[in-house]
């Protein structure tokens, strides 16, 4: 369980998402101190591919804490950053105190108001998901110049890594949230489809460019369990459960693993520029 939408009707994934969305603000601290950034490699792709530098302006939908945002800064883009949560926005504000070219504004990217003056590059790192569907992909394109670049960043979790302790790990879920599938396995990198439907068949951009970067992260129990945390699946848990679950991936890691374990992400840019 990370930070998937289960699915289900229009209107239950409307108000699934809108729940869920919400949740990543109770503890910006944890949120700031536990979420991973993103690899330099990454923004070489970036800057290669859309306009991130000196004199490019950038609309960032969902900064968080900044995790992407400080890349963008030190590369010398003017960024506008739009973050949902207020305490979220204040401690991405407090990162980027620094960046006199940086600005974060909090509320939801679905009613802020647009700036006469186009972007260069809207990105969302690992956000763009939890805008409302209607209208993520339009306002970004309205957002931006002609010919410039929408990037979206999605974050998988994949095999490798600890794999063992991953497959053991589902017996805790399976125990103390009913709601998760039985013998369910993370999925490796070449299952995982690059699927660009949603931006293709608006027919404002043009075909997308994706590239792809992994990386693997050691967490000590106590890390880890902080990680979890971070998760809006975990979050919203009932308490009791939330502590079961949290408990038995604790015994699991001390005492077959160490107090260690290791693991294994796929961060995938997808970059499509809007048509002149």
């Known amino acids: 369980m990370t930070d998937q939408l289960k699915g289900g009707s229009a209107q239950e994934e409307r108000s699934e998402r809108e729940a869920l969305r919400l949740t990543f603000g109770r503890d910006a601290e944890r949120y700031d101190r536990m979420r991973p950034s993103y690899p330099a490699r990454l923004f070489d792709d970036l800057a290669e591919l859309a306009c991130i530098g000196p ?14 945002t400080l890349a963008l800064a030190e590369r010398g883009c003017q960024v506008v950053g739009v973050e949902l949560s207020p305490r ?3 401690v991405a504000r407090r990162n980027l105190n620094a960046f006199p070219n940086v600005r974060i504004a909090a509320g939801a990217f679905e ?9 260069d590059t809207v990105l969302s ?3 763009f998901h939890w805008i409302d569907p209607e209208v993520r992909v339009g306002k970004a394109a309205d957002a931006l110049r002609p010919g410039g670049a929408l990037a979206t960043i999605d974050t998988h979790h994949v095999a490798g890594g600890s794999e063992e302790f ?15 599938e039985a013998g369910l396995r993370l999925p490796t990198v070449a299952s995982i489809p690059s699927n660009s439907e949603e931006i293709d068949q608006t027919g404002r951009f043009e075909p997308a460019v994706v590239r792809r970067h992994e990386r693997e992260i050691g967490y000590s129990t106590t890390e880890y369990r902080d990680l979890l945390l971070t998760y809006s699946g975990h979050i919203v848990m009932e308490p009791a459960a939330r502590e079961g679950l949290l408990s038995c991936i604790q015994r699991l890691m ?16 997808r970059v499509t520029n809007k048509g002149r």
């Open 55 to 68: 004199s490019c302006r950038v609309l960032e939908i969902g900064v968080g804490t900044g995790q992407a």
């Open 111 to 119: 009613d802020w108001t647009l700036p006469n003056e186009p972007f």
């Open 166 to 180: 991953f497959a053991e790990v589902q017996d805790c879920y399976e125990r103390w949230d009913p709601a998760t």
């Open 254 to 269: 001390d005492s077959r693993y160490g107090g260690r374990i290791t693991k294994r992400y796929l961060i995938e840019l």
């Open 125 to 127: 790192a690992t956000a």
């Open 88 to 90: 979220l926005a204040a």
